[in-house]
């Protein structure tokens, strides 16, 4: 196992920022700097105090991933998204929900990840895509601020939770 790369997983990048799994600080750190430019053991060696059980926590517990299984477990969750059924669409027009979506990206996801948004919602063309999007941004709301958050935002977007 000392020799495998690493790479967190959505679930792994997910943890960083809620920090909801009950974690030792060494596999925490070790969370926190993983990436798979190096091996485990040389992560092991960097990060005081991180052993192989840690990284074994880390690996069972689904936050990080061997880089080239990494597409097969997003291709997993994207089929698994698709069978859920989808939430009602936003009852507002597209100015309306273009307006709500660029206003409040960055506020409810950060800096970096609501620009991107807000790029996306650029990219929309028409209701539709701008409704799947409006979905899209609740769930991210959902994992970057918790589920109180987000039923706010589908409150304010006139969606009812699926």
Known sequence: MSTQRFQRTEAGRAEVKVRSQALSRSARNLLLVLD????????????QGATEADLQQLQ???LIADP?????VALTEAADRIELPAAPASPMAYDELYGFLTRHAKQYLGLMKGYRMVLEVERCVDLPTLQVLADRFVQDVQLAQGEQVAEQVR???GMSKA
């Open 60 to 62: 069972i517990s689904g």
């Open 36 to 47: 798979a430019s190096r091996p485990g053991a040389e992560w092991l060696s960097l990060v």
């Open 155 to 157: 409150r304010a977007l």
């Open 68 to 72: 080239t299984q990494e597409p097969a």
